[in-house]
């Protein structure tokens, strides 16, 4: 059984910087891709960017030359560097993994606000 623990999330000026990180334990199954999804009030659950294991990894366009994901295989753990964030960027964020059996996984969800 995978379980996620997420931290980070907070509050920064735009133009700012976080990091996000999240920790999957690996009780059974292989964990395959992990990611990270965000959704602000009134809107859709979005992708933000995803990772394989191995493979090519995936942004969502307004994220793109902004977001870096990246993760640690020994530590099953992902993290998502944000930079020169936005207002346009609040929202809760999301932890996803998916493992070997396709199951899908979720964290808390943390909360990012970008505001002056």
Do not use: H
């Not at 753990?77 to 396709?102: G, H, I």
Request: charged share 20%.
């Amino acid at each position: 059984q995978v379980q996620l623990v997420e931290s980070g999330g907070g509050l920064v000026q735009p133009g700012g910087s976080l990091r996000l990180s999240c920790a999957a334990s690996r009780k059974t199954f292989t964990i395959n891709a992990m990611g990270w999804y965000r959704q602000a009030p009134g809107k859709q659950r979005e992708l933000v960017a995803t990772i394989p294991r191995i493979g090519t990894i995936n942004y969502a366009d307004s994220v793109k030359g902004r977001f870096t994901i990246s993760r640690d295989n020994a530590k099953s753990t992902v993290y998502l560097q944000m930079n020169s964030l936005k207002p346009e960027d609040t929202a809760v964020y999301y932890c996803n993994a998916v493992d070997s059996r396709r199951e899908n996984y979720w964290g808390q969800g943390t909360q990012v606000t970008v505001s002056s």
